[in-house]
């Protein structure tokens, strides 16, 4: 059966729902423990559902424990994208390596590391699964020896998200467990769908964790007490909790393996752009004329809502809006360029005025700093800008010259302005960035400052299945 990397929520028969993730932003934030004595090294799994938003060429450590150069096990993306399961002890590095790159941003992956040094077959020692299969390509394909140790269940610190200081990981992850002391298959952590064949989360609560296992499912009940944290390890009895560095409450996200929620197309040929916060913040740089990005998830039909903060007080022509699938992201080219001709996208400008595919409505209203909301109604071809909430243009603006290609996504894009680079936030309806209300859509879904108008919906698989059910 061929593994699906994303996960189109509600096409499944039956699930469990996975309700949280944490958000993790690449450069300063990540969670430790130190276990208070030292348990199974021969026998552990590890199993945890994680999207990137970073393909920058940076290791990046999902999970591991290191006591010193010599002594360290891990688990983590290359800096070529390949996955990488890591053992050192004493100086010998035994590892694999796959030949496959995880290059997929818009998807959850479910990852599943098992070390069983014990194992009288040599190759089953060591193995990494991907969405319920087993790799078997590897570039580096080192077993370890029978009975050796990991330092994975060592008395010594244990990382979640970076290696001390350093490759720290950007991106989302969910359904974080180890269990001490078993070597567990994928079936023990999720299943495929009967009727899609997607691989899907199971309920992992009633698994017995060890005595350094544990399972934080980034559940925040509210309070301040201890308990109530995103390092809290769930298992009943247990209080194996991770210690955080750098996290609030914006970290918890409700972008997960069974509500997959838009973000920009972090692995788009995009060009002189940067991206961080979970590839929701976009920094244009200032070297290309125009640097169109688009979103990760493109539609045919419905009513969507999203909102965009801009950091920068100097916009130049700024714009946030819709563009066809078609249109290139390539340097050199502009919106008005598009492969399929000039009719191809619509947008607000932040110098004043919705430009409907190179038309410039001058409506006189201009923005830096203020909160965009962009609500799409594809079936009747109309968009509807709001400025803090106020409706730009009374009636909204008629797209239905757009040339429709085959669907549409959205978009941000900057004129460069001198020096300064245009720096802006898209809020697809996983927010990071402090608001004052949290408002969901009618369904229940997304956090925005402001309520979507009535039948706009957040851009997220469980909406986009309701709708086209």
């Not at 994680?50 to 940076?58: A, E, M, N, P, Q």
């Not at 990991?150 to 989302?172: A, C, K, M, P, Q």
């Not at 078993?182 to 964790?209: C, H, M, N, R, Y």
């Not at 972008?255 to 920009?264: I, L």
Request: hydrophobic share 30%.
């Amino acid at each position: 059966m061929t593994a699906q990397t994303i996960l189109p929520a509600n096409t499944l028969s039956s699930g469990y729902d996975v309700d949280n993730s944490c958000m993790f932003d690449g450069t300063s934030n990540a969670m430790h423990r130190t276990p208070g004595s030292a348990s199974n090294l021969t026998t552990w799994t590890w199993s945890a559902w994680v999207k990137r938003s970073d393909l920058t060429g940076t290791q990046m450590a999902l999970f591991g424990a290191k006591e010193d150069s010599n002594n360290d096990t891990g688990i983590w993306f290359q800096t070529d994208n390949t996955l990488q399961f890591f053992n050192n002890v004493g100086g010998t590095v035994k590892q694999i390596r796959t030949n496959r790159v995880f290059r997929d941003t818009s998807a959850w992956y479910h990852i599943v590391a098992v070390w069983d040094s014990s194992n009288g077959t040599a190759g089953n020692r060591m193995r990494l699964y991907v969405n319920g299969v087993e790799e078997t390509s590897f570039g580096t394909d080192a077993n370890p020896g029978d009975g050796d140790e990991s330092t994975i269940n060592d008395d010594v610190i244990h990382n979640l998200g970076r290696v001390d200081t350093t490759y720290f990981y950007e991106g989302y992850m969910a359904e974080v467990v180890l269990i001490d002391g078993q070597a567990l298959t994928p079936t023990s952590f999720g299943e495929f769908d009967s009727d899609s064949g997607i691989w899907k989360p199971k309920d992992v609560s009633g698994l017995t964790p060890g005595t350094n296992g544990f399972y934080l499912d980034f559940e925040l009940a509210g309070g301040n007490d201890a308990a109530n944290r995103l390092g809290k390890d769930v298992y009943s009895g247990n209080v194996n909790f991770f210690t955080e560095v750098n996290f609030g409450t914006l970290n918890q996200k409700t972008d997960t393996c069974t509500n997959n929620f838009c973000t920009w197309a972090v692995n788009a040929d995009n060009q002189d752009v940067a991206f961080a916060s979970g590839g929701l913040k976009v920094s244009h740089g200032t070297s290309i004329n125009r640097r169109p990005v688009v979103s990760s998830i493109g539609l045919e039909s419905g009513k969507w809502y999203w909102e965009w903060v801009g950091t920068s007080t100097t916009t130049g022509n700024h714009e946030v809006g819709i563009i066809n699938y078609a249109s290139p992201r390539t340097q050199g080219r502009y919106l008005g360029q598009a492969l399929v001709g000039d009719s191809d996208f619509t947008t607000f400008v932040g110098d004043g005025g919705i430009n409907v595919s190179g038309t410039n409505d001058a409506t006189g209203v201009s923005y830096t700093t203020e909160i965009i909301g962009i609500a799409v109604d594809i079936d009747n071809q109309t968009i509807y800008f709001y400025k803090n909430n106020s409706l730009v243009k009374s009636g909204g603006t008629d797209y239905s010259g757009m040339n429709a290609g085959s669907g549409f996504v959205f978009m941000t894009n900057a004129d460069r302005s001198g020096s300064t680079a245009y720096v802006g936030t898209a809020n697809f309806g996983q927010n990071v960035t402090a608001n004052s209300s949290d408002a969901a859509d009618e369904n229940g879904h997304g956090r925005f400052e402001f309520a979507p108008p009535s039948g706009f919906l957040a851009i997220c698989t469980k909406n986009i299945s309701e709708t086209n059910s």
